[in-house]
């Protein structure tokens, strides 16, 4: 679909509201009951996703989980909006995501473990490590596209970051080349209003975040981020385009982290209790479901055979994490380099040997 406007719409892009209720839209269209309905079971995985493993954390099963908890719509729609030889460059925050791409969960979940970088094959499925350094994986994704569309193919790359991220050095760095080189990449901000105990007023001063995407010359789109029909019609729409050659776009999703910002968190010390509560009206579980049943296309038993299919890789998490691990700490240094510089080799003694007379 071609762009000939930069500058973000008024009002973000909504196409069910949150009684559940179509709203119409000059530009896009609620997509087709079937792909609304596998939104809808991997909506109910990822909320499972993460209440097991914020569960698996309190347990001390993982180190740290960032949960995205009320975001689930925008990690729904960040996968579904790609085709598998696509792209996904995810944060610390989209485990859900990386999980619906398909990789093995006790994989997915060996970084918050603490036990590996990245315990999965990036290749595999085509999802980066990732990242926990604020907007470093968005240089690397534009990277990633354009060498994709100098070798012929048709890949796109959709790359997630935060609001707090588009503060970095790295976000202006990535869009920029990205604009400059036209590289078919799409820049998905989940703008969950904090950063840590950062509000969102004193991040930015400017109207949106999406308006940024202007001076960079690339069209920047606001979608509410609780809609998943809203998002993977926008998110297609980017797709698609970048993949026909129109270049790059920001998409700003508006949404809430529910949740603390891990489990180390405590949010009453920066922010109003009944602003979580307001935010649970507008659960994307809850509109979905509700859109649906009224449209006569969700049955009870599709409810009852999604809620089942995420029970199972439940289940699958609490097994693989359940057990003991004794990660070994030369894995530290292994997989930095191919070829380790000298540095490193020195390091790695120096700090297997400061090992060996503590543990
Ligand atoms: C370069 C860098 N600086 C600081 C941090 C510490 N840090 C971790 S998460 C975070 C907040 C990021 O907020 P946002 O981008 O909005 O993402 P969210 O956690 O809300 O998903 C900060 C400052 C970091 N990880 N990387
Ligand atoms: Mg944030």
């Known amino acids: ?53 914020s569960a698996l954390a309190k347990q001390g099963r993982l180190a740290v989980y960032p949960s995205s908890h009320g975001q689930e719509a925008c990690q729904v729609a960040a996968v579904q909006a790609l085709s598998p030889q696509d792209w996904l460059f995810p944060t610390y925050r989209d485990s859900a995501a990386v999980l619906l791409r398909g990789v093995d969960p006790v994989q997915g979940l060996s970084l918050l473990r603490g036990e590996w970088h990245c315990g999965y094959d990036p290749y595999e499925h085509r ?24 070798r012929g193919e048709a890949t796109v790359v959709l790359a997630i970051c935060g609001d707090g991220a588009t503060s970095e050095g790295d976000f202006h760095e990535g869009l920029n080349l990205a604009a400059v080189l036209r590289a078919p990449v799409i820049f998905f901000v989940q703008n969950n209003r904090y950063a840590i105990s950062v509000p969102l007023a004193r991040q930015t001063a400017a109207p949106s975040l999406a308006h940024k995407a202007i001076g960079y010359g ?23 385009r970048a993949r026909t050659g129109g270049g790059p776009e920001l998409v700003e999703a508006h949404t809430y982290r529910v949740a603390p910002h891990t489990n180390a968190d405590d949010p009453s010390r920066y922010r109003a209790q009944d602003e979580a509560t307001q935010w649970h009206d507008r659960d994307p579980i809850t509109r979905l479901t509700t859109y649906l049943t009224d449209h006569g296309v969700l049955t009870e038993e599709l409810s009852g055979a999604a809620t089942a299919r995420a029970e199972e890789l439940a289940a699958a998490m609490r097994s693989g994490l359940g057990a003991d691990v004794t990660p070994d700490l030369a894995n530290l240094f292994a997989h930095v380099y191919s070829t380790p510089t000298p540095q490193l080799i020195e390091q790695e003694e120096l700090v297997l040997d400061e090992l060996s007379r503590v543990i």
């Open 1 to 53: 679909m071609p762009r000939d406007r930069l500058l973000p719409t008024e009002a973000p892009v909504v196409l069910i509201d949150h009684r559940g209720a179509p709203v119409p839209h000059k530009e896009y269209k609620v997509p087709p009951d079937e792909a609304l309905l596998a939104a809808h079971a991997a909506l109910v995985t990822a909320r499972r996703v993460n209440d097991q493993a």
């Open 127 to 150: 999802v980066a490590p990732q990242a926990t350094p604020l907007a470093t994986q968005l240089p690397h994704a534009v990277g990633v596209a354009y060498a994709a569309r100098a």
């Open 218 to 240: 690339m069209p920047g789109t606001r979608v509410d981020g609780n809609d998943v029909a809203a998002l993977l019609a926008v998110l297609g729409a980017a797709v698609e």
